[in-house]
């Protein structure tokens, strides 16, 4: 079983160190194309594994697709992180072309393999991905639901003074700005989540978590890699085990939730093939309008890439 991990940056050396301390697979492939640096970094985690009494083999390389010959999940973690004062939008012209080359070579080495998209802006790059892959839409899967939902969990547990493993909640939408949080699908430990705070109050819980990554890229001048990564390695332990598990993730919709030819985030269950299913909800008007706010956004940006590069 073997797993590569395309960008070997704070994300990706992060993915690699995670997944080897889960001791899932026999193989991770650190590829970057910035010399030594996927060999250095492998190199540490792989010092690392003797304490922590994994058999994963971590090898770092630059630039040779070859040595991925044959994964089960290609991680794509590459590009250019945001700086303060950016929007992941200002990422999409320098991450598209990055994102299209790196898919084509591993796809040729690959052609079996599930994608897991992580660089941003995140629904664009996976449509990106998609687009250049050309293989089932179920085999690609955008990264950004799982951490979302993450932040909102932290934020409420420190509102509700409540571990936030007990929390459980539900994102649709694009990675951003308008992501939508769903008041009604949110509970803890099966108690709908009014009975313990108003919407009003949820509401402020949402914003803080909408501007999350902001938040750190403010903190740190790049972006966040810690709760990412753990992100990512949820997805590739679900597909790997074949758990069949429900998570948000940006999938391609194809008339699902009223919407098509766009990635946007969506409940589905992940398995052995990747997206075996999408889970459709019955929306309100108000999460109807949100949704379609959200698409409208995605849409826009995608659109903007195909007038730039007519092959899309
Ligand atoms: N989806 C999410 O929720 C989420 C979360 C965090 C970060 N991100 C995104 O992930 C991306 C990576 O973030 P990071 O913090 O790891 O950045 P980083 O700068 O630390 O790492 C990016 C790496 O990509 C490499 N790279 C660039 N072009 C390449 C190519 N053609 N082939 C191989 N490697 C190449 C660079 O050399 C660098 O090592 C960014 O676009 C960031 O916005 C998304
Ligand atoms: O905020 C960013 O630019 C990175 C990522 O999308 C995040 O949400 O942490």
């Known amino acids: 079983m073997k797993v590569t991990i395309i960008g070997a940056g704070n994300v990706g050396a992060s993915c690699a160190s995670l997944l080897a301390q ?5 193989k991770i492939v650190l590829l970057d194309i910035r010399e030594k640096l996927s060999e250095g970094k492998s190199l540490d985690i792989s010092q690392m594994l003797s304490m922590i009494e994994s058999n994963t083999e971590v090898i770092g390389i630059t630039k040779d ?6 994964s089960e999940i290609i991680i794509i973690t590459c590009g250019i992180p945001r700086k303060p004062g950016m929007s992941r939008e200002d990422l999409v ?3 598209a072309e990055i994102i299209r080359t790196v898919t084509k070579k591993s796809i040729l080495f690959s052609p079996k393999s599930k994608f897991i998209i992580v660089s941003n802006p995140l629904d664009v790059m996976s449509y990106v991905s998609y687009m250049t892959a050309k293989v089932d839409s179920s085999r690609i899967i955008g990264m950004a639901g799982i951490l979302d939902s993450a932040r909102y969990r932290f ?3 420190k509102k509700l003074n ?3 493993i007990d929390i459980q909640s539900l994102l649709l939408g694009g990675h951003g700005d308008t992501m939508v949080p769903l008041y009604r699908y949110t509970s803890v430990s099966g108690i709908p989540i009014k009975e313990f705070l108003s919407e009003e109050e949820n509401d402020e819980i949402i914003e803080k978590t ?5 938040q750190i890229v403010n903190l740190l001048g790049t972006s966040a890699w810690m709760a990412p990564s753990a992100s990512v390695v949820k997805i590739v332990e679900t597909i790997l085990k074949d758990s069949k598990r429900i998570f948000p993730c940006s999938v391609f919709l194809k008339g699902q939730y009223g919407l098509k030819d766009i990635y946007l985030g969506v409940p589905v269950v992940l398995g052995k093939s990747g997206v075996e299913k999408i ?11 949100l949704l379609k706010k959200s698409a409208n956004h995605v849409k826009m940006m995608i659109n903007k890439l195909k007038k730039f590069d007519t092959s899309y």
């Open 155 to 157: 934020f409420l547990s």
């Open 22 to 26: 889960r001791n899932l697979v026999r």
């Open 93 to 95: 012209k320098t991450n």
């Open 65 to 70: 697709y070859f040595q991925s010959k044959n």
């Open 210 to 214: 909408k501007k999350g990554g902001e």
């Open 162 to 164: 409540i571990s936030p």
């Open 279 to 289: 889970v459709e909800l019955k929306l309100n008007q108000k999460e109807k309008n």
